[in-house]
Structure formats: C-alpha cells, structure tokens
C-alpha cells in the first residue's frame, strides 16, 4: 500500500468515526444501541464496533454497563465547553429563548447553520401540555427544512443561496421529496417578503412553526430562533402575535454578539425586525 493510499484509508476511518461521534451525539440523552448506530451509519458491525471502541478509549463516548446504550463521554463536553467561547450564540441565547418559551407556552428552538445544514443546539419546552417533537437538540437537516432552517437559508444571499440548493439536491430528492429546490426559492421569496419564516406542519404533518434569523456581527447569518406548535395554536392570528416577538429577541441576540456586554437593545431598536438580506 502506498502511502497515499495509506493516507487516504486514515481519513476515511476518520470520517467515519466522526459520524458515528456525530450521530451519539443527536441521541445522545436517550442513548444509542449499537444495532441502532449499525443501522443509520450504513457501516457493517465490525467496523462500526471498531471505531466506537476507539472512540470511548478517548473519552469521546461512553456506554452504559446497565442498557449498553452509547452515549457522548465526559471529552465530548470538555470540547463543548471549549467550542463555547468561540461559538458564543449558545450561551447568549439562554434568556432569550426562556422569554421566548414562557411568552408562546409553546416549544422553541435554538438552530445554527452548518455545511448546508441546520443544526438544533437547543429544545426548551413551554408549559402547554401538548408538544410537537418534530425537532430535537442534535437533530440536523438541510436548510430550508423546518422554520429556523428556512429563516436561516432565507438571511443568505442570492449566492449562498443557491450554492446550497445545489450542495443539498440530491439528499432532498431522496430524504425530503416535498422540498424540491423550487419549492425553497419559493419559500425564501415568502419568508423575505414577511420577516419570518413559516412552516405549516410540511415536516411533520400537525406540527407548525415560525423562526426568524439571527444576524452575526459581520452580517452574515450565525443562528434562528423557532417556536413549534400544534396547528390549532399557530394560526394567522396568533402567528401575527408571535412573530414580533420572536423578531425582537433575534435582534437583542444579534447586538448582544456584537456586543456581549448589552443586555438589551434601545426600545426603538427592539421593535426594527431583523434585516433579510434579499440579494447577492
């Protein structure tokens, strides 16, 4: 074996480890059977077993001695912990998405984009006792999928934007069929035009949603913040109370990332929705 072929085997075991690191990770809580990582890697049993085992000598995951179940170890968090001080939305988010939870009684979401995809770093339910679980702290899907993930696609530019359409086609066409291209230019049109986005339940039949983008100091997109609920409770109406609300706390968010030290912006400030940018 040569050394570039060597070199390629490295960074493929690489790679899968990673994903396998990466999908613990969205189930983290309720933990993983190693059947389950088996099947949604694609990845045959020994391989899959190999890499976990070298993943838990490093502290990466762990299993239970009690379920067997995989879970994220103890090094996973010090990375976390770490990865906090660059990517500080997380943590300057907290208050935001408690007011935005105790204001809707409902579900909201803390999302971030990433290589074409949006990720949920943050699930906060609200006291009404009926849920959606459309969407969980982990979870990814490509952007457009879902309201904080459409409000993110729709804060890129015209550029941006289709660079991704193009980038994530062929997972819609085989995991999202009812989101073709098409249909998200349509939506980004929509969400530009109205300063949120809207989801009528078209993940999850039943399941609604809005999200707004949040703007990052350099202006470009770094999050979205989402509330989720059943439809009887995301009607025009309610959306038309909701929506300013969720636009608010996106922009207190987005100044206090520029500018860790504020807490809140002016009231004049707090009533201006997040700006979409509509061209490249």
């Not at 990673?18 to 809580?29: D, E, H, N, P």
């Not at 999202?176 to 300063?195: E, I, N």
């Not at 207190?252 to 004049?268: H, N, Q, T």
Request: charged share 25%; net charge neutral.
């Amino acid at each position: 074996m040569t050394d570039l072929e060597t070199k390629a085997d490295g960074a493929q075991a690489l790679d899968r480890a990673l994903g396998i690191l990466r999908l613990v990770g969205s189930r983290s809580k309720e933990g993983l059977r190693l059947a389950d990582i088996v099947g949604q890697s694609g990845l045959a049993k020994p391989t899959a077993h190999r890499m976990l085992k070298a993943l838990e000598r490093n502290g990466f995951v762990e299993q239970s001695a009690e379920d067997r179940l995989y879970h994220l170890g103890p090094e996973a968090f010090v990375l976390g912990v770490l990865a906090t001080e660059r990517f500080g939305i997380h943590r300057l988010a907290s208050g935001a998405l408690q007011r935005l939870s105790a204001a809707s009684q409902d579900t909201v979401f803390l999302s971030v984009p990433r290589d074409g995809h949006a990720v949920c770093l943050e699930r906060l339910e609200g006291a009404f006792p009926i849920r959606t679980h459309v969407l969980q702290a982990g979870d990814r899907h490509p952007l457009g999928v879902g309201a904080g993930s459409l409000a993110m696609l729709a804060a890129m530019s015209d550029d941006e934007v289709e660079r991704i359409l193009d980038s994530i086609a062929p997972e819609l066409a085989t995991a999202y069929p009812t989101y073709s291209p098409a249909f998200l230019r349509d939506a980004v049109a929509q969400t530009r035009a109205s300063g949120f986005a809207f989801n009528p339940g078209r993940l999850l039949t039943g399941s609604w949603a809005i999200g707004v983008a949040v703007i990052g100091p350099e202006g470009d997109c770094v999050g979205a913040l989402s509330i989720s609920a059943i439809e009887s409770r995301l009607g025009e109406a309610r959306r038309a109370e909701l929506a300013p609300i969720v636009q608010h706390e996106a922009q207190k968010l987005s100044l206090r990332l520029a500018r860790p030290e504020i807490a809140s912006p002016a009231p004049e400030q707090a009533r201006s929705p997040v700006r979409l940018r509509k061209t490249s």
